[in-house]
């Protein structure tokens, strides 16, 4: 059975670091696209990372970059989001994505993903 499973988030202060982890159970090790998106109250979900099946090939969006790190580590079959320098705007319900037949990590928007975790709340506070 396919399925993603997600763990970590919670409440921290501002500056503060969390690390999200997502496991992956019944995904072949090539050719699958994983991601990170979050969805804030009222707001659209977005996507803020990306990898490949490798965990070699990353993107992220503008609003992360340089504090937010995508890994995957293929012999545990898990997906991490360290989080870094957390600010209140990244609080949102963070979930993990990923669709099988993909290659790259390219950025994509939620409805080419089909397979979803259960999603995992995220409380910054300044």
């Given at each position: 059975?396919?399925q ?35 969805q ?10 990306g ?10 969006a ?7 790190t ?11 989001l ?11 319900l963070?979930?993990?994505a ?18 979803w ?10």
């Amino acid at each position: 059975q396919v399925q993603l499973v997600e763990s970590g988030g919670g409440s921290v202060q501002a500056g503060g670091s969390l690390r999200l982890s997502c496991e992956l159970f019944g995904f072949p090790k090539s050719n699958v696209c994983m991601a990170w998106f979050r969805q804030a109250p009222g707001k659209e979900r977005e996507a803020v990372a990306g990898t490949d099946s490798e965990g070699q090939d990353k993107s992220y969006a503008d609003s992360v970059q340089g504090r937010f790190t995508i890994s995957l580590i293929n012999a545990k079959n898990t997906l991490y989001l360290q989080m870094n320098n957390l600010r209140p705007d990244d609080t949102a319900l963070y979930y993990c994505a990923a669709r099988q037949a993909c290659w790259g990590s390219a950025l994509q928007r939620p409805d080419f993903y089909n397979y979803w975790g259960q999603g995992t709340q995220v409380t910054v506070s300044s």
